[in-house]
């Protein structure tokens, strides 16, 4: 009874603590990518509304290289947009982003606040992603992996297409991202139009389309139609004609009795004479200047004037309309040309990439990530450079890297736009010899690793099979020296899942044990603590990346003695089993004939141990388990959607306390551990004691400003619970 009486205590406590949560939601699918599209390609999926949601921002996936300006166009279509990919009519713009957005690299979120938020109130919507900038970053469908879902939206992935609304449509594919969104709850400016382009005299009817959540709905409006600052109609559906060519924004302000004023501007939504405006662009090409390109105006509408900003500082370069510009250096630059008549103005921003790095001697740095994109078009071979030892590569480009730390260099060109090759040299321009040369890695594209020390300089070259020419980016990275390469080094491990590892750059210390199996070498060393006598079955099996090779030793660094050792058991990896007293093994994991690459370890102890249910949640929030429940094994507890603040204890006693009758919410046992208020996850050991086998312990958390539980009107705060787990001891 004593730790029942704590109950409503801590529940106050918790419920003050969480009354300053954030009401903003998001809804996550996942990163880990595998397959990409064109640049300004779309991607498709169903999005189902349970609660209306204001949708505030997205993070995407962009295969564009950090730093790169980004960003998205959001469509909409009723129902679903399966069948709908190639039907451009099927489709409406409902949002963009607000112009901010640079990526963050592949497979890292990139935040795109969108210019206005998108209202979505409860139904079923196709939703249709634009890529602007760069290419989509996806995954794969693989039955598993497409579905998502928290207690107001729903996600059923997905689909893709290279160009927006054109056959033919890939599926399945998942895409990369989460929405962010908070709950309709307010008032929300919004609007359609009967038409939004034609000729002069264009007459327009507007439908006010806001969102009020007071019962009384909107109570006044207040129209600005042509965007000057100045309201033309206070009517809920006006007219308006536009008898002068040009694009013109409309502003919408609206009132109701219980939240303040919202307003929506739409820019250049109205296009009058659309055959009379401006549409920027440009084309450009080099000329028989080193580092000169030709830009020629390509814009629509009959330009009178225009600015060109070259190098994207802003500041405008020439007033000519078909200038050319002499760069300084090499490289990628964001170039913008403003174009303007007397309907007005329009801009287009591009980037191209300027070849200053034809010859070794020009060789561009690149950096540690993503590096680019380039372009070798119009790149030469210079007969003097070293024969490509591979692809039969030409039309090259030089680059330099100079290494931080000793290891290994990680160079690749993967997501390239064509046949790529690659190639390292040591020694300096003129006398340069070949370490290593690369053609198909990843898929076409080429990747090459070679060991290096700290502060060296890497100069290697792109080019293409056969000369091939295209776009390309550079991806580097620094594999440090290996921490374990020697057993007197082990990195200690437990049960449960550990890694992923690396061997690559591995060595071989001729005064180790002969490998009994698999011809085995690279070896990296770990150490694993028994406490118990049990049997212990290690494996690769799973996330690993290459043909590996496992052994398992005892004693002491330099006096080992082998266990177990296999090579092929589940496909291409290793698993071994060994009855094991207390004391430490030492495992060395390695390749099949020296190969390298990535791996897990993943530690299995015997027993009974197991994880079970025994309680229901309620609400978005839920609880798993994980690891091994026995004697000498080790487990986690992970909180998962949690919407608010998480608080997570143990009991040895389970029940069944109504929390907040009807919702269903119940407290299912003792507070005896309680973890700190919001630490939503907990991991540790299984005493090597015997008597607590076959004993069962309690974990249950609730969520503090949660969703779909308990009403805030009863704690102040959203309270849910997640299910009861038993946990019994092996």
């Given amino acids: 009874?004593?730790?029942?009486?704590?109950?409503?205590?801590?529940?106050?406590?918790?419920?003050?603590?969480?009354?300053?949560?954030?009401?903003?939601?998001?809804?996550?699918?996942?990163?880990?990518?595998?397959?990409?599209?064109?640049?300004?390609?779309?991607?498709?999926?169903?999005?189902?509304?349970?609660?209306?949601?204001?949708?505030?921002?997205?993070?995407?996936?962009?295969?564009?290289?950090?730093?790169?300006?980004?960003?998205?166009?959001?469509?909409?279509?009723?129902?679903?947009?399966?069948?709908?990919?190639?039907?451009?009519?099927?489709?409406?713009?409902?949002a963009i982003d607000n112009g901010t957005a640079v990526a963050q690299g592949q497979d890292i979120p990139t935040p795109v606040t969108l210019q206005t938020p998108i209202l979505l109130t409860p139904g079923s919507y196709g939703i249709a992603l634009v890529a602007v900038g760069s290419e989509h970053a996806y995954t794969n469908g693989t039955g598993t992996n497409q579905n998502y879902n928290d207690a107001n939206l729903a996600i059923a992935l997905g689909s893709a297409t290279n160009f927006p609304f054109a056959a033919p449509a890939f599926t399945p594919r998942v895409w990369n991202g989460e929405i962010y969104y908070t709950l309709g709850q307010g008032l929300f400016a919004n609007f359609t139009a009967s038409t939004t382009s034609g000729p002069t005299p264009l007459n327009v009817t507007f439908t006010d389309t806001t969102f009020t959540s007071d019962p009384a709905g909107v109570t006044?409006?207040?129209?600005?139609?042509?965007?000057?600052?100045?309201?033309?109609?206070?009517?809920?559906?006006?007219?308006?004609?536009?008898?002068?060519?040009?694009?013109?924004?409309?502003?919408?302000?609206?009132?109701?009795?219980?939240?303040?004023?919202s307003t929506i501007t739409k820019t250049a939504y109205i296009q009058a004479d659309p055959q009379l405006l401006v549409q920027a662009s440009f084309a450009t090409a080099g000329t028989g200047t080193p580092l000169q390109i030709q830009f020629t105006d390509t814009s629509t509408g009959s330009p009178t004037l225009w600015s060109w900003d070259f190098d994207g500082d802003n500041i405008p370069d020439s007033a000519v309309q078909n200038p050319t510009h002499t760069y300084p250096v090499g490289g990628s630059y964001n170039v913008t040309l403003s174009v303007t008549n007397?309907?007005?103005?329009?801009?287009?921003?591009?980037?191209?990439?300027?070849?200053?790095?034809?010859?070794?001697?020009?060789?561009?740095?690149?950096?540690?990530?993503?590096?680019g994109p380039y372009s070798n078009v119009g790149a030469t071979t210079n007969p003097l450079d070293p024969l490509w030892p591979c692809g039969a590569g030409g039309s090259d480009l030089w680059f330099s890297y100079t290494t931080a730390n000793a290891g290994t260099l990680a160079l690749d060109t993967c997501g390239s736009a064509y046949d790529t090759t690659l190639e390292a040299f040591s020694g300096t321009c003129g006398a340069l010899s070949s370490l290593v040369c690369n053609d198909d890695a990843c898929g076409l594209q080429s990747s090459l690793q070679l060991p290096v020390s700290a502060g060296q300089l890497v100069i290697f070259r792109v080019g293409g099979f056969g000369g091939a020419q295209g776009s390309f980016v550079i991806n580097v990275s620094e594999i440090p020296a290996l921490t374990n390469d020697e057993c007197i080094n082990a990195i200690p491990v437990g049960a449960?899942?550990?890694?992923?590892?690396?061997?690559?750059?591995?060595?071989?210390?001729?005064?180790?044990?002969?490998?009994?199996?698999?011809?085995?070498?690279?070896?990296?060393?770990f150490s694993l603590q028994v406490n118990c006598a049990t049997s212990i079955t290690i494996d690769t099996c799973h996330g690993s990346s290459y043909d590996t090779a496992l052994e398992i030793l005892q004693g002491t660094c330099g006096a080992l003695t082998s266990v177990v050792c296999n090579d092929d058991f589940?496909?291409?990896q290793s698993t071994v089993n060994f009855a094991a007293t207390p004391g430490i093994y030492y495992i060395r994991a390695g390749g099949f004939g020296g190969g390298q690459g990535t791996f897990t370890l993943d530690i299995a102890i015997s027993g009974s141990g197991s994880f079970s249910s025994v309680l229901a949640g309620c609400g978005q929030a839920t609880l798993s388990a994980s690891g091994s429940a026995n004697l000498g094994g080790s487990v986690q507890y992970q909180m998962n959607n949690v919407a608010g603040t998480p608080a997570l204890w143990l009991g040895l006693v389970q029940f069944a306390v109504p929390l907040c009758p009807p919702a269903?919410?119940?407290?299912?046992?003792?507070?005896?551990?309680?973890?700190?208020?919001?630490?939503?996850?907990?991991?540790?050991?299984?005493?090597?004691?015997?008597?607590?086998?076959?004993?069962t312990f309690y974990i249950q958390g609730l969520d503090l400003g949660g969703v779909g539980g308990c009403s805030p009107a009863i704690f102040g705060v959203g309270v849910s619970t997640t299910e009861v787990i038993a946990t019994t001891v092996g």
């Fill in 496 to 525: 449960g899942q550990n890694g992923p590892f690396s061997n690559v750059g591995a060595t071989d210390n001729p005064l180790d044990p002969l490998w009994p199996c698999a011809a085995g070498g690279s070896d990296i060393w």
């Fill in 570 to 572: 589940c496909g291409l």
């Fill in 664 to 695: 269903g919410c119940q407290l299912g046992t003792t507070f005896d551990v309680q973890l700190p208020i919001g630490v939503g996850s907990f991991s540790g050991p299984v005493p090597c004691d015997h008597t607590l086998r076959n004993r």
């Fill in 1 to 94: 009874m004593r730790n029942l009486l704590r109950v409503p205590l801590a529940l106050s406590v918790l419920a003050v603590i969480a009354g300053t949560a954030s009401a903003q939601f998001s809804l996550r699918t996942l990163y880990g990518s595998n397959n990409y599209g064109n640049v300004g390609g779309a991607i498709y999926f169903d999005l189902n509304v349970t609660n209306t949601v204001r949708i505030t921002q997205l993070d995407m996936n962009y295969m564009a290289p950090f730093g790169t300006p980004v960003g998205v166009a959001v469509h909409t279509t009723p129902g679903t947009y399966n069948g709908n990919e190639g039907n451009p009519a099927a489709w409406t713009q409902v």
């Fill in 342 to 371: 007397a309907c007005g103005t329009d801009s287009v921003t591009s980037p191209i990439f300027v070849i200053g790095n034809d010859d070794c001697g020009a060789a561009s740095a690149v950096a540690l990530g993503n590096n």
């Fill in 220 to 261: 006044s409006w207040a129209w600005d139609l042509n965007g000057d600052s100045i309201v033309d109609s206070n009517a809920q559906a006006p007219s308006f004609t536009y008898t002068t060519c040009g694009f013109y924004d409309v502003s919408l302000t609206v009132t109701d009795a219980t939240h303040p004023p």
